[in-house]
């Protein structure tokens, strides 16, 4: 009983890939990394799925051009994966504090045009609105009406006599 005959003749119709693919051309390949940014994106892509066939075959049989641009493909400093230009992280920089600047000055000129607190900040209306509050019973378990309460109550901004 020979069982020869049942496996597959050799390695690439074992692996499904047809044994057609020849080597992509050498002028394609050579100092792609220095055309690779210049080049069309439609004759990127054709280059990556002609590597990317090859590359399902046997790599012995992948010339060392190819296997170089395969890898500078894809994982070279292209794309997202460039170094920034000189110069970037200070105008980042720039433009950042300039936008803060710009921010600080409209924030200063609508101070310097807004019109007086309202009535309710003054620390006479807050006390009157605690004691209303007291009168009123409300909050009697946590709140200001309850017993042993030390908060401020409604008064906002900085107390010059704390318990």
């Known amino acids: 009983m020979a069982c020869s005959s049942v496996r597959p003749a050799n390695n690439e119709q074992r692996r499904g890939v047809a044994a057609t693919a020849h080597a992509i051309a ?5 100092h792609i990394e220095k055309r690779w940014e210049a080049m069309q994106p439609e004759e990127q892509a054709e280059l990556w799925m002609e590597l990317r066939d ?15 641009a395969a890898y500078w493909i894809a994982f070279g400093p292209h794309g997202p994966r460039a170094v920034t230009p000189p110069g970037e992280n ?9 936008g ?62 704390r318990d």
């Open 54 to 68: 090859r590359m399902k075959l046997d790599w012995q049989e992948m010339t060392w051009q190819e296997k170089k």
């Open 90 to 98: 200070w105008r980042v920089f720039k433009y950042t504090m300039l």
């Open 26 to 30: 050498n002028p394609k390949l050579v």
């Open 100 to 161: 803060v600047g710009i921010a600080v000055v409209i924030f200063a000129i609508l101070r310097q045009f807004a019109k007086e607190k309202p009535k309710t900040m003054t620390r006479e209306w807050q006390q009157m609105t605690n004691e209303y509050l007291r009168s009123q019973n409300v909050e009697p378990i946590t709140g200001i009406s309850s017993e042993g309460y030390k908060g401020e109550g409604m008064i906002q901004g900085k107390s010059t006599n």
